[in-house]
């Protein structure tokens, strides 16, 4: 069995094709893996664990139906989905891992992440990461009511946009330097994160030794899935 990967779904209810393609990867793919890694942006937004829609409903349900069948799934934050809280995870029976997370994958120290904070360039991004991360902050976000919660949200979204569309390419994508420092500090040779919506494998040396950087897709017109194997081996499926 494989260990499976992925992140960036931005799952949404206006986009039903993207949902679709995430239960088909659930029923063809993850419920024979090992074990499923979710780093991040797995919906688009997230308000609180009281916005249960019959869209989010839908989705948790999908998921339990995966962990009852003994297949773990783990999470890690993305910039989207950091308000996913205690009642989410046990609804799905999802394991939540911090932010910066060595796993042993088949004997190979890795490092997960879900990389928003290795764009150390946009500096007005990682001031908001650091308010919205904040507990006090977050507790005064979830006071507010459903209705009140939604419109800020999507003024954020709107804002949001509005702020990539000024950025250059450079700034938007992880700085190499704060990759070095991240895998130094882990003392790890192998890495893998999404955030940029750059799928590619990087080969480059940390402390004189060979490294890979993968980078995990996008799931836009179709899904994107990093598939390992005990053998060491990775490959990209696309699911469509």
Not at 11 to 37: D, G, N, V
Not at 85 to 110: C, H
Not at 172 to 195: C, N, S
Request: charged residues 25%; aromatic residues 12%.
């Amino acid at each position: 069995m494989s260990i499976l990967f992925i992140s960036d779904l931005h799952l949404q209810e206006s986009q039903p094709h993207i949902t679709e393609l995430f239960f088909r990867f659930l029923t063809q793919q993850a419920k024979h893996a090992k074990a499923l890694y979710i780093l991040g942006d797995f919906f688009e937004a997230w308000i609180g664990d009281d916005d249960l829609t019959p869209y989010h409903l839908s989705i948790i349900k999908a998921l339990r139906e995966i962990t009852d069948k003994g297949v773990p799934i783990y999470f890690i934050y993305g910039n989207r989905d950091f308000l996913l809280g205690k009642k989410f995870f046990r609804a799905t029976g999802i394991t939540l891992l911090p932010d910066e997370y060595v796993l042993n994958l088949y004997g190979v120290p890795t490092l997960l992440m879900h990389g928003d904070s290795l764009c150390t360039m946009d500096l007005k991004y990682l001031k908001f990461r650091k308010k919205a991360r904040n507990w006090f902050f977050q507790k005064l976000f979830l006071m507010k009511s459903l209705e009140k919660r939604r419109k800020i949200a999507a003024k954020h979204r709107a804002d949001s946009q509005q702020h990539m569309a000024t950025l250059t390419e450079e700034i938007m994508d992880v700085t190499p330097a704060e990759v070095l420092r991240v895998m130094e500090k882990h003392q790890v040779q192998h890495f893998i994160h999404g955030h940029t919506h750059r799928q590619a494998v990087h080969q480059f040396n940390v402390n004189g030794k060979p490294a890979t950087r993968t980078v995990l897709g996008a799931w836009h017109e179709y899904g994107n899935v990093l598939v390992c194997d005990e053998n060491g081996k990775q490959d990209f499926l696309v699911v469509g």
